[in-house]
């Protein structure tokens, strides 16, 4: 750690405490060249990986855009709130896990389009229709047949008929 004072290269650390909270450390140093005390302090940064696009550009996960997919996908569905969040919250927990820097786009819609057909297969077969541009009917029919053969799913507080 580099003097503030003089830049010094040498500093030494004379005091350590964790804050009260547990998520960060005080250091209080003395530089060796001027002898001047200084005090940092150490916490975690968490940072999520870039998303590649399929046009090759780069940029910043945002978790609002996810939000935004599933809030035009699950329009006027029956899903409630709190399964909403935590299907958002499941994505970008995905995607922290992966320990990537970089992840594809792709990567991240396939994780939605699984979250959302556990929630919704209307709001799934919406998604899809987009996200893998569907030409005619029979890309949705095809779809369609995928997710009728896929194991049913109850959302809570929905009465089958």
């Not at 909270?21 to 530089?31: A, L, N, T, V, Y």
């Not at 077969?125 to 047949?145: N, P």
Request: charged share 35%; aromatic share 6%.
């Amino acid at each position: 750690m580099k003097c503030p004072f003089c830049k010094g290269e040498d500093t030494q650390v004379v005091d350590t405490r964790e804050s009260e909270e547990g998520d960060s450390i005080r250091r209080r140093r003395r530089c060796l060249s001027c002898d001047r005390r200084f005090t940092t302090y150490e916490t975690v940064e968490l940072r999520m990986p870039q998303v590649v696009k399929q046009n090759g550009m780069r940029c910043e996960f945002d978790d609002e855009k996810l939000r935004t997919s599933f809030s035009r996908a699950l329009h006027k569905r029956p899903v409630p709130t709190e399964l909403v969040d935590a299907a958002i919250d499941h994505v970008t927990q995905k995607v922290f896990a992966l320990g990537e820097r970089e992840v594809d786009s792709r990567q991240i819609g396939e994780m939605v389009m699984k979250e959302l057909l556990k929630l919704d297969k209307v709001a799934y077969i919406r998604f899809a229709s987009v996200y893998k541009s569907f030409q005619d009917v029979g890309d949705f029919t095809e779809a369609v047949e995928a997710v009728r053969k896929s194991p049913a799913r109850r959302t809570p507080g929905r009465v089958r008929k």
